[in-house]
């Protein structure tokens, strides 16, 4: 699977982005998905989670209630819609795909086995 990652740019605080992260492969609806975020010098840190049919979500506390994980099996595509944005939320987004048998979300980075590339958020204040 290789994930395409896009959606990312500069936005006030308060704004809005849509990252959206484009799967390869027939089997995209077999896959739990993830967003994850870094900055320089911190760790990657788990942002959200969906499982494979979608039924199933999860984002962090720092998040919830201003961004939203969904899917579109059809288009191959998952979503993080992010609103209300802050300046702590700047950092790199990452997408990751990981094959689940189980209609689960998964909220480690070792448990995913394919990474996109990162789109950069940048929140000004």
């Known amino acids: 699977v290789q994930l395409q990652a896009s959606g990312g740019g500069l936005v006030q605080a308060g704004g809005s982005l849509r990252l959206s992260c484009a799967a390869s492969?027939?089997?995209?609806?077999?896959?739990?998905m993830g967003w994850f975020r870094q900055t320089p010098g911190k760790e990657r840190e788990f942002v959200a989670a969906i499982s494979w049919s979608g039924g199933n979500t999860y984002v962090i506390d720092s998040v919830k209630g201003r961004f939203t994980i969904a899917r579109d099996n059809a288009r191959n595509t998952v979503y993080l819609q992010m609103n209300s944005l802050k300046p702590e939320d700047t950092a790199d987004y990452y997408c990751?795909?990981?094959?689940?048998?189980?209609?689960?979300?998964?909220?480690?980075?070792?448990?995913?086995?394919?990474w996109g590339q990162g789109t950069l958020v940048t929140v000004s204040s």
């Open positions: 492969g027939r089997t995209f609806s077999r896959y739990a």
């Open positions: 990751a795909a990981k094959y689940s048998g189980s209609n689960y979300y998964y909220t480690r980075a070792y448990q995913y086995d394919y």
